[in-house]
């Protein structure tokens, strides 16, 4: 099982970048996926996530700015992110509780977002 993610870049304050993050292997179901953020210096934050319901939870930071969204069909997620801050500078990864079958946790590789001033 793989998670590959892209779309990372750099982008001015204001703009937007959409990360996508495909699941791919024997996945017999998927729990949750989400995105997660780390920058130098300190621990990886949860950003998003989306539930195999469909609900989602955000860090207040990205609240209103940033979406969440999957295609089931293509085990994949999408995180649309808009009005684009220099804070939000990191390098983003790719999280996935699935079963496959055993019940696991796996990362994606880091993509770097990069917001200027």
């Known amino acids: 099982v793989q998670l590959q993610a892209s779309g990372g870049g750099l982008v001015q304050a204001g703009g937007s970048l959409r990360l996508s993050c495909t699941a791919s292997g024997t996945i017999i179901g998927i729990k949750v996926m989400g995105w997660y953020r780390q920058v130098p210096g300190k621990q990886r934050e949860l950003v998003a996530n989306?539930?195999?319901?469909?609900?989602?939870d955000y860090v207040d930071s990205v609240k209103g700015r940033f979406t969440i969204s999957r295609d089931n069909a293509k085990n994949t997620i999408y995180l649309q992110m808009n009005s684009l801050k220099p804070e939000d500078t990191a390098v983003y990864y790719c999280?996935?509780?699935?079963?496959?079958?055993?019940?696991?946790?796996?990362w994606g590789q880091g993509t770097q977002v990069t917001v200027s001033s």
């Open positions: 989306i539930i195999s319901g469909g609900g989602t």
């Open positions: 999280n996935a509780d699935l079963i496959t079958p055993v019940r696991r946790t796996y």
